[in-house]
């Protein structure tokens, strides 16, 4: 009997090589795992976590993807993003400075950036991100915009005038909201 458990035990283990059962397994990395990951890792990461909605965790990513390689412009106009979407408007502002510092002409992050700013109510460095915006990509609609409004909620209703003259060209509906805007704010 102690043969024959010997033997059975003996074909188990061969058959588990043989099979690869008994080989272990490579298990997926998790993001807990960061002395694994390098900065492109922590970039793909971020992405998937962005486009799951989960912008904390993507920060989170984003943050490490950064301190890893803090030269790399696009995870900090992604850094940026993912902290204005999780509400942090002042490190967002920050962050898409950080990425147009490092490459100026990418229009997206100058874009972001004056949207966050707009938002922030940061209207004077929202004029300046939509100005740089604008040199990037003449004719961009909502950049004239918000660009308008930012001078009017600044109280410089003559540039908003110029923006509105200039949307006109460009989108005359979206010209109409902001003359709209003009009007009611030298009504006040």
């Known amino acids: 009997m102690g043969h024959r458990t010997s033997t059975c035990l003996a074909l188990l283990l061969f058959t588990g090589v043989a099979t690869g059962a ?13 002395e694994y990951l390098e900065a492109d890792d922590w970039f793909q990461a971020g992405v998937e976590l962005n486009s799951e909605g989960n912008y904390r965790e993507a920060t989170e990513a984003f943050s490490r993807s950064v301190a ?16 204005a979407l999780s509400g942090d408007y002042s490190r ?16 997206l992050a100058y ?42 909620l600044l109280g410089q209703s003559e540039k908003a005038q110029g923006e509105y003259l200039s949307l006109k060209l460009v989108d005359p509906e979206l010209a109409e909201k902001l003359h709209h805007a003009i009007i009611q704010g030298a009504g006040k």
């Open 111 to 152: 874009s972001n950036l004056a949207e966050v700013c707009f938002k922030a109510d940061r209207f004077k460095e929202a004029v300046e991100a939509y100005t740089s915006l604008l040199k990037l990509w003449p004719g961009n609609a909502n950049a004239l915009y918000k660009l308008g409004l930012s001078h009017l």
């Open 22 to 34: 008994l080989i272990p397994k490579q298990h997926p990395v998790h993001i807990e795992q960061e």
């Open 92 to 107: 967002a502002i920050d962050s898409l400075k950080k990425s147009v510092l490092l490459d100026n002409s990418l229009a």
């Open 68 to 83: 890893l390689a803090p030269g790399n412009s696009l995870a900090w106009l992604n850094l940026g993003t993912t902290q």
